[in-house]
């Protein structure tokens, strides 16, 4: 691979090279979209890592709330970790991440036959075929047991993707009963089966423990040399607002003032923290209710796009805070 290196800076010429000479980079990226990712803020989020992380002194990496899992993939793939642990509370969630680590291969063909059937339909039928999988999806829950690795992960795992490809805006959202209920979405050619990424994905997964587990677990499995990320379902920053929707249950105030213990708590025992959340100050200037939970902390407001309204025209620029126990420069 050729580099023309005229147009590069120091500082990107080194990142070129990193990425070219580290065997984990593979290009593994998120094969779900999902509400509150955070790809479009990875640029700005490489500024905010520790630099602990770009000296190479941190190898455990933890994400609490693990969700479309842009940060482990920016990461895993361009510093030199050699733990993840993965959670999340959304059982489906963690269910697709652990049938892509032990069954890529079984995912892969079922997701074929979800492409090659949908593809040839036309947009009357898909609409058809989309809400019968639906349908199904939403009964067959109850037939799924969580807790224990089987084959019937696999086709579950395949049905959660083809929904997540085909659904209106690519978002998974269910109701207060747990059932998905985005509707269908209008695409030409919609990618069902991303073969080269789920392998990859797969790869990036060799190093990863995951678990269906509450923020909360993550004490139990905490090292030395980590550093943790909190990516929680954000505070809604108006009324008719809400980044919540990819779990039944709700993530109140008192959740986030439990989490903003736990930063503490990691904080007094040495590990480096980032977290990201909603800035309530978009909407009123004087709300501190984040600036006062993270006293001492640093608190950094970062510019992101809002991509999760329905109304295109209402997905405008809004600030998102950033907060470290470090500082970052």
């Known amino acids: 691979m050729a580099i023309d290196t005229k147009y590069l800076t120091s500082d990107t010429i080194g990142s070129v090279v990193q990425d070219l000479f580290n065997p984990s980079n593979v290009g593994a990226k998120p094969f779900l979209k999902w509400a509150g990712g955070k790809g479009q803020l990875l640029d700005i989020f490489q500024k905010l890592y520790p630099e602990q992380l770009k000296r190479k002194k941190i190898k455990n990496f933890y994400e609490p709330f ?104 690519g978002l998974y959202r269910v109701n207060l009963k747990g059932e998905f209920n985005s509707p269908v979405g209008d695409y030409d050619n919609p990618t069902i089966c991303d073969e080269q990424n789920l392998l990859a994905v797969n790869k990036v997964l060799e190093i990863a423990e995951i678990k269906k587990a509450d923020f909360k677990d993550i004490v139990t499995d905490l090292r030395s040399d ?69 006293n001492g902390f640093n608190i950094v407001r970062v510019p992101a796009r809002r991509m999760i309204n329905s109304d295109p025209t209402k997905r405008g620029r809004i600030n998102e805070i950033v907060v470290t126990n470090y500082t970052t420069t």
């Open 66 to 169: 693990l969700g479309s899992g842009a940060v482990f993939f920016d990461i895993t793939q361009k510093y030199e970790i050699e733990n993840a642990f993965l959670y999340d509370i959304n059982e489906e969630l963690i269910l697709a991440y652990k049938v892509i680590q032990r069954d890529v291969s079984k995912l892969i063909d079922f997701l074929y036959r979800y492409q090659k059937t949908y593809l040839k339909l036309d947009k009357v039928k898909r609409k058809e075929f989309f809400y019968d999988q639906r349908t199904n999806y939403n009964l067959q829950r109850f037939n799924i047991d969580y807790d224990k690795y089987s084959e019937n992960w696999v086709p579950r795992a395949a049905q959660l993707i083809f929904l997540n490809r085909t659904c209106f805006n």
């Open 226 to 294: 980590s550093f943790v990320y909190f990516d929680p379902p954000y505070r809604p920053i108006s009324k008719t607002a809400s980044f919540k929707a990819y779990h039944k249950q709700n993530f109140t105030d008192s959740e986030q003032l439990q989490l903003a213990q736990l930063f503490k708590q990691l904080d007094s025992e040495g590990s480096y923290v980032m977290l990201s959340n909603s800035d309530p100050k978009n909407i009123d200037p004087d709300d501190n209710f984040f600036d006062d939970m993270y």
